[in-house]
């Protein structure tokens, strides 16, 4: 079964840091990998996603992040951590028929300090 | 353009009750599922569907019932309400184009059971 481990709960980081927030992916075949974004009382929001190709992958606000197959990890990562940056993030996995439904981590908590 | 609607916003339920969470797409979408967030617990896959008629369990399917006579709507049936339901509930749907696939969530019903 599809499972995804995101091993931090919370991570403060301080503001211009640079941040990685960690996922462990299990899957059989090829993942279809996301990774989300929730500002409080707020819904969910794309950061970015892989299907296939290029390993590394770009999203919006400046994110990124690297698919690794031998380490099952799919870690988000961003140069400049900004205040407006401090959220809840979530990583999921494709799940059911061609991927659709999503199997999501228990997310990593961002506390930015200036 | 709507995108996905949620109903209701809010519902305080007793322990027994039934009710009906709707959600409802304009956008054409092939697949539509319904998600549970608990602190600390992340998003957990209720059910899900991939067409009208079709519908699969995710996660944490009991006590949930879920429909899909149309294309548009995929509404999310307690039938006996328990203190454990109490969550928030998110709908969302996707094309089914691979290569595509990105959710459009709902803004989320909060529901509490008494």
């Known amino acids: 079964a599809q499972s995804v481990t995101q091993p931090d709960i919370h991570i403060t980081v301080s503001e211009g840091a640079s941040l990685e927030l960690r996922c462990n992916y299990s899957?059989?075949?090829?993942?279809?990998l996301f990774w989300y974004v929730q500002s409080p009382g707020q819904g969910l929001q794309l950061l970015l996603k892989y299907f296939s190709g290029d390993t590394l992958v770009q999203g919006i606000k400046g994110f990124e992040a690297e698919f690794k197959r031998s380490q099952s990890s799919f870690n988000l990562r961003k140069p400049s951590v900004h205040w407006s940056d401090a959220a809840e993030y979530f990583c999921a996995v494709g799940a059911g028929q061609a991927g659709t439904a999503l199997i999501f981590g228990k997310g990593t908590t961002l506390s930015v300090s200036s | 353009n709507a995108g996905v609607t949620q109903t209701p916003k809010f519902q305080v339920l007793k322990t027994g009750q039934s009710m009906t969470l709707q959600c409802a797409q304009d956008?054409?979408?092939?697949?539509m599922s319904w998600y549970r967030q608990d602190p600390g617990m992340g998003l957990r896959l209720i059910h899900y569907?991939?067409?009208?008629?079709?519908?699969d369990q995710g996660e944490v399917p009991n006590g949930y019932n879920v429909s899909r006579s149309t294309t548009e709507d995929f509404p999310l049936r307690l039938l006996s309400a328990a203190p454990s339901q109490t969550s928030v509930y998110f709908c969302?749907?996707?094309?089914?184009?691979?290569?595509?696939?990105?959710?459009?969530f709902g803004s989320g019903t909060q529901l509490s059971v008494l």
């Open positions: 569907s991939v067409g009208a008629g079709i519908t």
């Open positions: 899957y059989g075949a090829t993942p279809y």
């Open positions: 969302a749907s996707s094309y089914r184009t691979t290569g595509r696939e990105k959710l459009f």
């Open positions: 956008m054409n979408h092939e697949y």
